[in-house]
């Protein structure tokens, strides 16, 4: 017995999607026939990725967003509403890091990575939550997914990267946080943790003798590339994972159960 994946008439937030593993993500959907929304403070590089996805035969939005700014936030998923329609499916992906030892950390340093990780995905969340959670009143067969993206360093303590590390762990349990509270509204949401993922942003730095280093160390001595959450990614925004709410699914090569 064959799955079809169709997500034609489905609507697709995607924060973070001007590079990286949100774009990807963003493809994937629109692959499958969702309407997407691109979202991130880089508005040329997601007008570029609507092209793309345009010239693929898929249909792409664009919307400016700051997940740092509440108003931001709530002006860019007022936006998106507008745009494409109510938002089914949410992939909350915006993230940034940075690599020091925590006697190194400054209250800056500490903001940046907080404020976009963990504070900004929550509100995120949980704005586009108050619309789920007000269409599924009116009809409680309503479904909706939010898949938030933690991280293995939510899972596994990872050197230099400590304040990354304790964001990505609260947005674990930020994850089952809100489905507890939001399940009855037919929400389900789920994290997915990736290890390493080569992406254009990190490239450079696997091929170099640190970058090296740190592969030889990995269980499996090697990266992932993002078409590897494709089917992760799929399976979390269907139908099919209306049994899964709370769910925390590594993808990781293993690295977290090492």
């Known amino acids: 017995m064959g799955i079809e994946v169709n997500f034609e ?18 493809k994937v959907l629109a692959q499958a026939g969702a309407q997407v929304v691109l979202a991130s403070r880089r508005v040329d590089r997601l007008k570029e990725l609507r092209a793309e996805i345009e010239s693929d035969g898929g249909a792409a939005h664009v919307v400016e967003l700051d997940v740092t700014d509440y108003t931001s ?15 089914d499916i ?15 950390v400054t209250p800056e340093d500490y903001a940046y990575v907080m404020d976009t990780n963990q504070r900004g995905a929550f509100f995120v969340a949980q704005e586009v939550a108050k619309r789920m959670i ?49 399940g009855k509204y037919g929400i389900n949401t789920n994290a997915i943790c990736p290890g390493y993922i080569g992406t254009e ?23 992932g590339k993002p ?19 709370g769910a925390i699914v590594a993808a990781d090569d293993g690295l977290s159960a090492s």
Not at 15 to 24: D, E, F, I, V, Y
Not at 155 to 169: E, N
């Open 9 to 26: 008439g489905k609507i697709a937030l995607i924060t973070g999607a001007s590079s990286g593993l949100g774009a990807r993500f963003a």
């Open 73 to 87: 936030i709530k002006s860019a998923i007022a936006h998106a509403e507008t745009e494409a329609g109510p938002i």
């Open 90 to 104: 949410l992939v909350n992906n915006s993230g940034v890091s940075t690599t020091q030892r925590l006697v190194d």
């Open 134 to 182: 007000a269409r599924a009143k009116g009809d409680p067969s309503k479904q909706h997914r939010i898949i938030n993206i933690a991280s293995v360093a939510g899972l596994k303590v990872l050197p230099q990267i400590g304040i990354y590390c304790m964001s990505k762990a609260a947005v674990v349990h930020m994850t089952k946080s809100m489905a507890i509270e939001w």
């Open 201 to 223: 942003i990190n490239t450079a730095h696997f091929e170099s003798e640190q970058g090296k280093a740190l592969v030889s160390m990995l269980p499996r001595k090697r990266v």
């Open 227 to 245: 078409e590897d959450l494709d089917g992760l990614l799929l399976l979390l925004a269907g139908d099919e994972s209306h049994f899964m709410n």
